[in-house]
């Protein structure tokens, strides 16, 4: 059972344009969402993270927007620029119980970002 | 600092053959783990350690083993490869579990192909 669905698959978006990848998840006792960008060849490392207690948060050109009541949350990129064509995953993780050390990863969605 | 590595960086096996995959982290981290990663599968977790000589199993675990000697080591290993081990291999690390941040550092990956 997938606990972390990620959309879309790929995504291509011109420089300057907004673009916006989502993410649903089914476990309530997920209380920590970050995104990690990943270049070709290279390990994953971590975006930008929220938790449920803030509905916004933003660095740079970078924002995460949260909805806690449709378990959704979702990464916008603003200004797109060719360099930040990676792959992108969300991920979910809760702080106590089981599970609790680890991080359930989306699928993935490859970002390319044309001039 | 170095942060994660990983070796080898490639490897090539043939069935039933057995290999163990060396990760290093020099940041004193108590937490590492071992992911996975498959085209279109995203990243998962195959085992964890959340301290020196403690290991456990994470989403995938058959197949493998893992031994946590030392707090900065995390070994991979695989007793009888099979075709279905192809994959590309993380290991990750990070400090205990805090209120409000959980940041796993990624090593470059080794990619495995078992023929």
């Known amino acids: 059972q997938q606990q972390v669905k990620q959309s879309p698959q790929s995504l291509i978006v011109q420089k300057g344009g907004i673009s916006i990848i989502n993410c649903a998840y089914e476990?309530?006792?997920?209380?920590?969402f970050p995104w990690y960008q990943q270049f070709p060849g290279k390990g994953p490392a971590l975006l930008i993270a929220?938790?449920?207690?803030?509905s916004e948060k933003k660095e740079g050109r970078f924002t995460i927007s949260f909805n806690k009541s449709a378990k959704q949350f979702s990464l916008h990129i603003m200004d797109s620029q060719p360099g930040d064509s990676a792959t992108y995953f969300c991920?979910?993780?809760?702080?106590?119980?089981?599970?609790?050390?680890?991080?359930?990863f989306g699928k993935g969605t490859k970002l390319s970002v044309i001039p | 600092n170095a942060g994660v590595t990983q070796t080898p960086k490639f490897r090539v096996l043939k069935t039933g053959q057995s290999m163990t995959l060396l990760c290093a982290q020099d940041?004193?981290?108590?937490?590492m783990y071992w992911y996975r990663q498959d085209p279109g599968m995203g990243l998962r977790l195959i085992h964890y350690?959340?301290?020196?000589?403690?290991?456990a199993k994470g989403e995938v675990p058959d197949g493998y083993n893992v031994s946590r000697l030392k707090k900065q080591n995390f070994l991979l290993g695989l007793e009888s490869a099979a075709p279905s081990q192809t994959s590309v291999y993380f290991c990750?690390?990070?400090?205990?579990?805090?209120?409000?941040?959980?940041?796993?550092?990624f090593g470059p990956g080794t990619r495995l192909t078992v023929l």
């Open positions: 990750a690390s990070s400090y205990r579990l805090r209120s409000s941040t959980d940041t796993q550092y």
């Open positions: 940041m004193n981290h108590e937490y």
């Open positions: 929220i938790r449920p207690d803030v």
């Open positions: 991920a979910a993780r809760r702080s106590s119980g089981a599970g609790s050390y680890q991080l359930t």
């Open positions: 350690s959340v301290g020196e000589g403690t290991t």
């Open positions: 476990n309530t006792a997920f209380d920590y």
